[in-house]
């Protein structure tokens, strides 16, 4: 071979080394920024976590109580003066609940209360938030463990409450750490959890669900459920409304 041709040939071969080598090492960045993107939190959320833990604790514990008297107060609440057990179904309630307050809620008890009346968020959630992401759009973020992986999952609904109080959602978006992911690729995340409760993967997947009641009496034998009506996303707080209906019992 003669040399000029050696030459040229080694010359190219540097330059697709080096081409290789910048591939790779852009591969690589990409690789360790999306894998530090995807186990990083949100500013949202860190933000939320540092005003609460920056509470005393006594403060965040009487916040937290005051708005669950408010609620079981508000969602238990009928007509001034009833005359009789039927003046009790039909009644109508509306409970404005700020953001702020209610995270604080959620993080000192709410997550076991929900559960014990029915609202289970999938096993694995260690903590979560709920605040607007947009006109109309609630977004609830949730600290969550799936087997070694830890990392915060945001999904962003927008929620119609029907006429017949079935319940229409659609998902508008939804991330991981801070990258956003695609929504089938949530919904598949969220599938592989199991959280014994189907309500929010069927509304991940935008079915409409049958009307959402939460006990009003706690007894076994009590007579009321309180039905969700009405729903409004504030900038800083969320608006739902009640109806009282007869508990319905199976045959």
């Not at 669950?68 to 009644?91: E, K, M, Y």
């Amino acid at each position: 071979m003669k040399p000029h041709a050696f030459i040229a040939r080694l010359r190219r071969a540097h330059v697709l080394g080096a081409g290789a080598l910048s591939v790779l090492l852009f591969l690589s960045i990409f690789g360790l920024y999306t894998y530090f993107s995807l186990r990083s939190a949100p500013a949202y959320w860190n933000a939320q976590q540092r005003r609460i833990t920056e509470l005393p604790h006594e403060e965040r514990n009487n916040i937290s109580q005051s708005l669950r008297n408010q609620l079981l107060t508000q969602w238990s609440s009928g007509p001034s003066n009833p005359t009789s057990a039927d003046d009790l179904i039909g009644h109508r309630a509306t409970l404005l609940i700020p953001f702020e307050e209610l995270n604080i809620w959620l993080s000192e008890e709410g997550i076991g209360l929900l559960s014990g009346v029915g609202v289970q968020l999938p096993m694995g959630v260690k903590a979560a938030m709920v605040d607007n992401a947009g006109p109309g759009q609630l977004r609830v973020t949730c600290d969550l463990i799936n087997g070694k992986i830890r990392q915060v999952v945001s999904l962003t609904f927008e929620i119609t409450i029907n006429e017949d109080a079935t319940v229409s959602s659609r998902l508008v978006n939804a991330s991981a750490g801070r990258i956003a992911l695609p929504t089938q690729t949530a919904i598949d995340l969220m599938a592989g959890l199991d959280s014994g409760n189907t309500l929010m993967l069927d509304m991940m997947q935008g079915k409409t669900v049958p009307p959402i009641d939460i006990p009003i009496d706690p007894s076994e034998d009590g007579l009321r459920d309180g039905r969700l009506v009405g729903l409004e996303v504030r900038d800083d707080a969320i608006v739902i409304t009640r109806e009282t209906v007869r508990r319905h019992r199976p045959e």
